[in-house]
């Protein structure tokens, strides 16, 4: 069973950068196959896609957001993070990790974190 | 405004049978797949139907998709308490190359 778990602060001041890591337990991210994923929900809203990575580093990212996002993966650590810059009260939400098949269905997901923007 | 419609609500008994509806355009639903995430109270969403019509092993069979054109249905048969959650549909788009969701719809059982 795939078992995903976000990290990171749950405070960041405006205009700093938002940095989240994704920990996946029963599976390796190395084995490919899978898009590993980030999606944040603000409060009490809709569910929006930020962007995956591949194993092999290759990236996509939502053109909205693709200006300040950055995505990595650390194979090694069967980690992947998130890197958000510049950032305002407007990113304020939970940030979720998710692995997606290549069809980008997100079939698991880790709890989500809550990351609030606020000086 | 999200580029999926969904109705922000729905509701019904136990044992009705409810359906959400999800409406999209050429873009998305009319030429992608469509998948569907149940959202429980105070977790993450859930993977419910995947490419239209398919169910996750583990999901009971009262969960059933469709796609008919542009527009997309969850129906939801012999309706349970614990049926109570948000619902949200999803499809690529190939005109903002971007995975798109729906607004969510509340489903409530009365």
């Known amino acids: 069973q795939v078992q995903l778990q976000e990290s990171g602060p749950g405070l960041v001041k405006p205009s700093q950068t938002l940095s989240l890591t994704c920990t996946v337990s029963g599976g390796s991210i190395s084995s490919g196959g899978y898009y590993w994923s980030w999606i944040r929900q603000h409060p009490g809203k809709g569910l929006e896609w930020i962007g995956y990575?591949?194993?092999?580093?290759?990236?996509y990212y939502n053109p909205s957001l693709k200006s300040r996002v950055t995505i990595s993966v650390d194979t090694s650590k069967n980690q992947f993070s998130l890197k958000l810059s510049s950032v305002t009260a407007a990113d304020t939400a939970v940030y979720y990790c998710a692995r997606a098949t290549q069809e980008v269905v997100f079939d698991y997901w880790g709890q989500g974190t809550l990351v609030t923007v606020s000086s | 405004q999200s580029v999926l419609t969904q109705p922000p609500s729905a509701s019904g008994t136990p044992g009705q049978r409810v359906t959400i509806s999800c409406s999209g355009s050429?873009?998305?639903?009319?030429?992608?797949?469509v998948n569907w995430y149940q959202q429980l109270p105070g977790t993450a969403p859930k993977l419910l139907i995947y490419s239209n019509n398919q169910r996750p092993s583990g999901v009971p069979d009262r969960f059933s998709g469709s796609k008919s054109g542009t527009s997309a249905s969850l129906a939801i048969s012999g309706l349970q308490s614990e049926d109570e959650a948000d619902y949200y549909c999803a499809a690529w788009d190939d005109s903002l190359n971007d995975l798109v969701f729906g607004g969510g719809t509340k489903l409530t059982v009365l």
């Open positions: 050429s873009s998305n639903i009319g030429s992608n797949t």
């Open positions: 990575i591949y194993y092999s580093g290759s990236t």
